[in-house]
């Protein structure tokens, strides 16, 4: 009666994995032939991995990214993409988050962008490095709803706190005046204190104009550019998008 109690003790203490583990034990004959270290450390160990387990979970689930699935060893190095493997392959490591180093990526559309900035974020996410994934004009809808509702600050929070954010669609369109002093705030809030991967169809040097000019672009692309790693997906009238190599046309 007392090892059953002790099995409920460990379900109350919320270790059920551990209380069920428990259990197996005491039903189990062959775990009496273990020492009690082992038998200990097994259910120990069980109660690890299905934390870690539900942690990763709930980190994947919170990021909303476009492309779960995502994953840096499926990505295509094909000849016309000019993807720079080395760079890449330094950048999985997730040193760059600890840096606070950003990445931005280019490309024309159906380039592959997002499934690349997805990749990064899942590896970061299997890291337990806390990821949120949101296009920019998703985010400055929400802000500008929270702005009038009075929910701005919990709403803006975590764009400025995560560790990972993954802003897709870059300056797709250009900007008004609030909204380039909404993502000054939040670039200011990040600046050397956590990362950034942007997905741009333009060229960096485009940036300013999508802004609007004058001195809050500047602002704002001056703290993104000169801490960022830069990845190029090249393409030109003759290259092949992602887009076209993965649709239904290229089944047939």
Known sequence: MLDY????????MKMSVMSSAFRDQLDGGAFKEMSFEERVGLMVDAEYTSRRNNRLKRLMRQAGFSEPEACLEDIEYHPDRELDKTLITRLSTCNYIEERHNIIIMGATGGGK??????????????FIPVKYVRLPEMLGELAIARLDGTYRKAVK??????????????LSQVQDADAKELLEITEARYK?????????????????????????DAICDRIVHSSHKIVIAS???SISMRQRKGLSAEA
């Open 158 to 171: 975590p764009y400025k706190t995560v560790k990972l954010l993954i802003i897709d669609e870059w300056l």
């Open 114 to 127: 997002t499934y690349i900035a997805n990749a990064f974020g899942v590896t970061a996410a299997r890291n």
């Open 236 to 238: 030109d009238e003759d």
């Open 193 to 217: 204190r956590a990362s950034t991967i942007y997905c741009s169809q333009y060229d960096i040097g485009g940036w300013h104009t999508q802004l609007g000019g004058g001195p809050i672009a």
């Open 5 to 12: 109690n002790t099995a409920g003790k460990l379900k109350q």
